[in-house]
């Protein structure tokens, strides 16, 4: 069974610009969400989709948005971007929405994202 | 608010046992995970609590007391493969917080 992916692996970008992210879940898998990594803060929750649906939405500006497609892969969009969004963005599968023994996130490998 | 802690930095010897404790103040509560992360690659699961007690798989356990908000992972027989970062992350009403990780150093 083939983990999950993320495109680009690696992304540099200046300022101003603007970034889309990709993620493909685990087949089978509906739930997907998105963390920030940074050295200082760990892993931050960004949001949870599930079904096509925001479920849940961390703490951070709307500047960060995100959607799932009917086949659940997801992407994430940063818009204007600022120096402080440099960071690891990892995306994570589930089979559902929700915690639990058998409910366990799989992670894919990142994104590295560095502004300038 | 919302607080996990664990130790920033550990190290051990090959061969060793190592506690690497969590603490958390959180406003639900729904399971504690622990993940590993080696340097540059994703988290993987390691260990799941929603009871308390200890659970076991292999070399590693894990322990659980809610009314304490505390836990820990235990890692016995260390080899080198074990230095990694070690992820608490507690799930409350609605999604996982991490706290920000222990980096665990093995040496020979």
């Known amino acids: 069974k083939a983990g999950v992916t993320q495109t680009p692996r690696y992304l540099i970008k200046t300022r101003g610009q603007q970034v889309t992210l990709s993620c493909s879940p685990i087949?089978?898998?509906?739930?997907v969400s998105w963390y920030q990594q940074t050295p200082g803060q760990g892993l931050q929750f960004l949001f949870e989709?599930?079904?096509?649906?925001q479920r849940n939405k961390g703490n951070f500006p709307g500047r960060f948005s995100g959607r799932q497609f009917s086949n659940s892969r997801s992407e994430m969009n940063v818009s204007t971007l600022e120096l402080g969004d440099s960071a690891l963005y990892l995306c994570?599968?589930?089979w559902g929405s929700g915690t639990g023994r058998n409910n366990e996130q799989f992670f894919g490998p990142g994104t590295r994202l560095t502004v300038l | 608010g919302q607080n996990i802690d664990q130790p920033t930095e550990m190290t051990a010897t090959e061969g060793a046992i190592v506690q690497i404790n969590c603490t958390y103040q959180?406003?639900?509560?729904?399971?504690l995970f622990w993940y590993q992360q080696h340097a540059g690659e994703a988290p993987t699961f390691l260990s799941y609590?929603?009871?308390?007690g200890l659970e076991e798989k292999g070399r590693f356990s894990s322990f659980l007391s809610r009314s304490k908000g505390y836990s820990y992972l235990l890692l016995k027989e260390l080899q080198m493969k074990d230095s990694a970062s070690y992820l608490c992350?507690?799930?409350?009403?609605?999604?996982?917080?991490f706290g920000t990780g222990t980096r665990l150093q093995v040496f020979p």
């Open positions: 994570a599968s589930s």
């Open positions: 959180t406003s639900g509560f729904n399971g």
């Open positions: 609590n929603v009871l308390d």
């Open positions: 992350a507690v799930y409350n009403t609605d999604k996982l917080i």
């Open positions: 087949s089978g898998h509906r739930s």
């Open positions: 989709y599930f079904s096509e649906t």
